[in-house]
Every structure is written in C-alpha cells, then in structure tokens.
Nanobody, 120 residues
Framework: VQLVESGGGLVQPGGSLRLSCVGS????????IRWYRQAPGKERALVAG????????DYADSVQGRFTISRENDKNTVYLQMNSLRPEDTAMYYC??????????????WGQGTQVTVSS
C-alpha cells in the first residue's frame, strides 16, 4: 500500500490550493480515504473523509464550507480543494487509507504528507 500526497505550498490568506492523494498497491475504489493535518506542536487532526464510492463525506467543523473532498477512482486519486485559506490552516497534510468502504474503521496506511503554509 502506498499513498502519495502532493499540491501543498505557500499561499496567501484567502487563497486556494488543491491537494491530491494518489494510492497504489490496493483496490483504491474499495476503501474510504481521510485527510488529516498536523501543525507544529499540535496533535494530528481529522480534516475530511470520503467513502469508497464518493457518496458520503464528512468534515471537521473548522473547514466545513471552505474545503471539499472528492475522488476519482479511475485515477486512484482523492482531492482536497481548500478555499478561503487561513493562517490557522498551516500544517502538514496527510491522507490515510481506511480499512472499510465506509468512513468508520481504522486508518493505518498513511502518506508522507504535503506542507501547506498560509501566510502573507
């Protein structure tokens, strides 16, 4: 199992970024995927999740209405569209593979992360 994140970078407050998570080594369309983030000195926190078929999603309250998670199973890719970015969104962002098609279960396989920095 391998997950590779990309799309991070430096953006000004109010700007947008789209993160990508490409999976390999498993049947991508059979599993839920979650995005997490970890800021310096803070614990890793859930950002968003999407079920295997894309029909169910969930979001942390802090990103609801600003971030959108989606997936293209034919490309083995999950996206995180981040709009109206704030300095407090600065963190390393990770995607993780679930153990089930639905959003519950465990998330034991992780990517290496992509850094998002929101600053003027």
């Amino acid at each position: 199992v391998q997950l590779v994140e990309s799309g991070g970078g430096l953006v000004q407050p109010g700007g947008s970024l789209r993160l990508s998570c490409v999976g390999s080594g498993f049947i991508f369309g059979n599993y839920a995927i979650r995005w997490y983030r970890q800021a310096p000195g803070k614990e890793r926190a859930l950002v968003a999740g999407i079920s295997s078929g894309g029909g169910l999603t969930d979001y942390a309250d802090s990103v609801q209405g600003r971030f959108t998670i989606s997936r293209e199973n034919d490309k083995n890719t999950v996206y995180l569209q981040m709009n109206s970015l704030r300095p407090e969104d600065t963190a390393m962002y990770y995607c993780a593979k679930g153990s089930r098609p639905v959003l519950g279960g465990s998330y034991a396989s992780w990517g290496q992360g992509t850094q998002v920095t929101v600053s003027s």
